[in-house]
C-alpha cells in the first residue's frame, strides 16, 4: 500500500472531491503549476475518479489530466509530479 503525503496534490484534491468542494479541485491545480514554474493557461485540467488502493482510508482517489492546449505534448517531468504520492 502506498503512504500518501499529506500534503501530495492528488490526496488534497481526493479530500476536496470528498467533501463536496470540487469547485475548488481547478484553482488548486493551477496554484500547483504556478509553484512548478509552468503557465496555467497552457493547460486543460481534468480529473478522474479511480477507486482507492485496497486498505486506503479514502473511498476513491481523484487523478488529474493534464493537456497542453497548443497541443504539444505535456512534459513527463510534470505528469510524474503531478501523480507523486510519496513525501
Same mark, same amino acid.
Given at each position: 500500500?502506498?503512504?500518501?503525503?499529506?500534503? !501530495?496534490? +492528488?490526496? @488534497?484534491?481526493?479530500?476536496?472531491?470528498?467533501?463536496?468542494?470540487?469547485?475548488?479541485? #481547478?484553482?488548486?491545480?493551477?496554484?500547483?503549476?504556478?509553484?512548478?514554474?509552468?503557465?496555467?493557461?497552457?493547460?486543460?485540467? !481534468?480529473? +478522474?475518479? @479511480?477507486?482507492?488502493?485496497?486498505?486506503?482510508?479514502?473511498?476513491?482517489?481523484?487523478? #488529474?489530466?493534464?493537456?497542453?492546449?497548443?497541443?504539444?505534448?505535456?512534459?513527463?517531468?510534470?505528469?510524474?509530479?503531478?501523480?507523486?504520492?510519496?513525501?
Amino acid at each position: 500500500m502506498a503512504r500518501f503525503s499529506p500534503y !501530495s496534490l +492528488q490526496l @488534497q484534491l481526493t479530500r476536496l472531491f470528498r467533501d463536496g468542494q470540487s469547485f475548488f479541485a #481547478v484553482s488548486k491545480v493551477e496554484q500547483w503549476l504556478i509553484e512548478k514554474g509552468e503557465d496555467p493557461l497552457s493547460y486543460l485540467i !481534468s480529473f +478522474q475518479k @479511480q477507486p482507492a488502493p485496497k486498505g486506503s482510508e479514502m473511498p476513491f482517489i481523484i487523478e #488529474v489530466q493534464l493537456k497542453r492546449r497548443d497541443g504539444q505534448p505535456v512534459d513527463p517531468w510534470v505528469l510524474e509530479q503531478i501523480k507523486e504520492q510519496k513525501p
